[in-house]
Nanobody, 126 residues
Framework: QVQLVESGGGLVQAGGSLRLSCAVS????????MGWFRQAPGKEREFVGTIIWTGDNTNYVDSVKGRFTISRDNAKNTVYLQMNSLKPEDPAVYYC???????????????????WGKGTQVTVSS
C-alpha cells in the first residue's frame, strides 16, 4: 500500500510563498509521475503540475507557470511544490498524487493517478 502525506500548507499573504511537501512511503517506485492538484470550495479538482522521476520533465497549468515549481528528492521519497507570488485565486486544498505510469496526454487528469494524499490547506490573505 502506498501512503502520501502532504505538509507545508498554511496562511500566507498575497505575494508570499509557501513550499508544500509530499512524502511517499510504503512502496518504492522505479519510475513515477507525481502530480499536484488543488480543489477550492465549490469547484472541481484542478490540475496544478507534474514531475516525472527523472526530474527533468515538469508540466504546469498556465495559471501557475512562472510562479510554481515542482521538484523532487528521490533519496527522501519526497516531492515539493514551491509556490511563489501567491494570488487570491490560489487558495485551495492541495493534493499530491502518484502513478507508476506515464502518458503526456493524460497527466493532467485526476483519474490517471493511482494514489492520493489527503491534502493540505493553503489560504491566501489579501
Amino acid at each position: 500500500q502506498v501512503q502520501l502525506v502532504e505538509s507545508g500548507g498554511g496562511l500566507v499573504q498575497a505575494g508570499g510563498s509557501l513550499r508544500l511537501s509530499c512524502a511517499v512511503s510504503g512502496r518504492t517506485f522505479s519510475s513515477y509521475t507525481m502530480g499536484w492538484f488543488r480543489q477550492a470550495p465549490g469547484k472541481e479538482r484542478e490540475f496544478v503540475g507534474t514531475i516525472i522521476w527523472t526530474g527533468d520533465n515538469t508540466n504546469y497549468v498556465d495559471s501557475v507557470k512562472g510562479r510554481f515549481t515542482i521538484s523532487r528528492d528521490n533519496a527522501k521519497n519526497t516531492v515539493y511544490l514551491q509556490m511563489n507570488s501567491l494570488k487570491p485565486e490560489d487558495p485551495a486544498v492541495y493534493y499530491c498524487a502518484v502513478t507508476s505510469r506515464w502518458s503526456k496526454a493524460t497527466i493532467s487528469t485526476a483519474g490517471f493517478y493511482e494514489y492520493w494524499g489527503k491534502g493540505t490547506q493553503v489560504t491566501v490573505s489579501s
